[in-house]
C-alpha cells in the first residue's frame, strides 16, 4: 500500500474525494468462490471465437492479458490459464455489498459501474478522520465485508482521484492534496486525462505534447484553434482543475444492457430481435428494483464492418415517450421500432439498449397507460410476480418464449 502524504488535515481542501475501485473484479470473485484458484491466471470472458476478456486476474496481467482483449488473444498469450464463463448474478451479489459499505462512508456515492464508484467525502472528516485514515477505513471495510480488495485514489478533484486509484493498483491507495495536485499531474502521460482517446491521443503527440505538463503550458488560444472547445477544457483538466462534483443524485443515472454476439448477424433475424427482447426485460427488472422508470429508449448497434485498429461502426437511435415506464416488453418493442428504421446490408456484431430521463416513481404511479388503467394494473402486478420469481429462483427462472441474448461474453451492465 503507497501514499503520498499530505499535510494530515483536510480543512483547506476544497472538496475530499475518493475514487475506489475493485481489483480485477470478476476473476476476484471467482477465487473469493473457488480458493482452489488462489494464484492461478483466472481469465473471465467469452470463450467463443467473437469473445472478450471481461476481467483478468493479476497473475494472467503478468502475460500482457487484459480487460477487451479478444480472448482468442489472451490464449495464445497465457495458454495455461483457468478461463471461466463469468456470473453476472454473483458479482451483482457482490457489488451490492460493496455499494453499501461505500454508503456507511458518505450519502453521495456515484458509481461507475458494478465495481467502481466515486465516494464525496467533503465534511466527514470529524466523524471518520483525515482523508488518508477515512480511505484506509474504507479499504479495510470492504475487505472485512466481502473478502475482495479495492485500490483508492482520494484528491480534491475527481480526475485525480481516478487517476491516483489506477496507479495504486493492486491494492494500493495514493492520498494526494491540493497544495501538490499539479506537481503530482506535471509528468503524468497525458492519455491519463478524461477524454483523451486514441484520435486526440495522436493529435496531441503531433503536436509535441505528451505529458500533462506540456498540455498545462500551452496557449488556450492555440489549443481552442487545434481542438475547438475540447483544447481549453483539457488545459483546465491538466492544470489541476476539475469543477465536477460526485452526482448521487439517481437523476444522473442510465441503464443499459449489451452484449457482443458471438456470430455476426442480420438486421432481421430472429436472433437479434431476441437480444432486444432479453436486454428490455433485463433493463426493466432494475428499474423497478430502484424504483425508478425511463423516458427515452436508445438503441445501440456496432456493424460487423472493421474500421481498422479494432474499430466498428457504431449506430445508435433513440425515440422518447409521452409518459415513463419499467416495462420490459414496452422497451423491448421501442428498440425493436428502432431497428426497423436503420437501412443497409451489415450484419450487427454488438446490440444493446439503454434507458435514460428517470423518473422516480412510486408503487401508486401508472404513466405509461393512463387511458387504460386496468391494463396497466394487470401488467404492474404481473411484473411483481416476475420479479419475485427472479429474485427468488434467478433472472432466467422465467422469460418470455423468444427472450435470448446470444453472448460472446458477460453481458455489460451499464448504470
Known sequence: MADVPTSGSATHWPRVIAHADMDAFYASVEVLDNPALRGLPVIVGGSSARGVVTSASYEARKFGVRSAMPTAQAHKLCPHAVFLPGRMKRYVEISRVVRRVFESFSPVVEPLSLDEAFIDLTGTERLLGPPIDAARDLKRRVLEETGLVASVGVAPTKMAAKILSDLSKPDGLLVVGPEILREFLTPLPVERLWGVGRVTLARLHAQEIRTIGD????????????????????????????????????????????????????????????????????????????????????????????????????????????????????????????????????????????????ERTDDTQFGLFESAPVEDRKRDRLNRALDSVAKKFGDEAVTRGLAKAERAAPSRRIK
Open 215 to 358: 498540455l498545462a503550458r500551452r496557449d488556450p488560444g492555440e489549443l481552442k484553434g487545434l481542438f475547438g472547445s475540447m483544447g481549453p477544457h483539457l488545459q483546465e483538466l491538466a492544470s489541476g482543475h476539475d469543477s465536477r462534483t460526485v452526482e448521487g443524485d439517481w437523476r444522473r443515472k442510465s441503464y443499459g444492457e449489451e452484449n457482443t454476439f458471438a456470430r455476426d448477424h442480420a438486421l432481421d433475424s430472429l436472433e437479434l430481435r431476441r437480444a432486444l427482447i432479453a436486454h428490455g426485460d433485463a433493463i426493466a427488472r432494475r428499474l423497478r428494483a430502484d424504483g425508478v422508470r425511463a423516458r427515452t429508449i436508445t438503441l445501440k448497434l456496432k456493424l460487423a464492418r472493421p474500421l481498422g485498429g479494432g474499430r466498428y461502426p457504431l449506430i445508435t437511435r433513440s425515440f422518447s415517450l409521452d409518459g415513463t415506464t419499467n416495462d420490459g416488453p414496452e422497451i423491448s418493442r421501442v428498440a425493436m421500432a428502432l431497428l426497423a428504421k436503420v437501412d443497409g446490408t451489415d450484419k450487427i456484431r454488438l446490440a444493446g439498449v439503454q434507458v435514460r430521463q428517470l
